[in-house]
């Protein structure tokens, strides 16, 4: 079985270990979105994301209204199209999490579960078995913080400095 994440979204005003705002946690699923690559402008406003509904709306009429100007082939709008669809399917679980953030719902856990049922057991298990003393944060830490500088990806050399 495949594991996959997602993040639990509350209010910001929500405090670990209560259970008054669980009723609208929402989780997001990372990934690659294939309704959203399907339906495009329907998934936006299924989920209630009106303006980038609208942008995207724009954007679609914007490329085929180019296509026709330019003297496309159908076959290569079809592809132009295709691609615009595939941009959205990867982009659009990242939109709905920037969303709920400028929303006041901002990212308050991560888990890793096999389907979203057991994703939302997890996340909100955890939500409330967490003391309002000591919140934890939301994402691992990751490798320790370096004191000399990081260019790319790699710490600086001592011969390159």
Do not use: C, K
């Not at 079985?1 to 699923?29: C, I, K, N, Q, W």
Request: no cysteine.
């Amino acid at each position: 079985m495949r594991m996959r994440s997602y993040t639990l979204h509350l209010p910001a005003d929500a405090r670990p270990g209560e259970s008054v705002e669980l009723d609208r946690a929402v989780l997001v699923r990372d990934g690659y979105s294939w309704p959203a690559f399907a339906f495009t402008v329907l998934w936006f406003l299924f989920h209630r994301l009106w303006i980038a509904a609208l942008v995207v709306l724009v954007g679609l009429v914007a490329l085929a209204a180019a296509g026709f100007v330019l003297g496309l082939p159908t076959g290569a709008g079809l592809i132009v199209s295709l691609l615009a669809a595939w941009l959205i399917g990867l982009e659009a679980s990242s939109l709905r999490r920037w969303t709920l953030a400028r929303r006041g719902w901002p990212a308050r856990d991560a888990v890793i579960a096999a389907t979203p049922e057991e994703a939302e057991a997890r996340a909100l298990n955890r939500w409330l078995e967490a003391s309002p003393t000591t919140p934890r944060a939301p994402f691992p830490s990751g490798p320790s913080r370096r004191s000399e500088p990081v260019i790319g990806l790699f710490p600086a050399q001592e011969g390159a400095r």
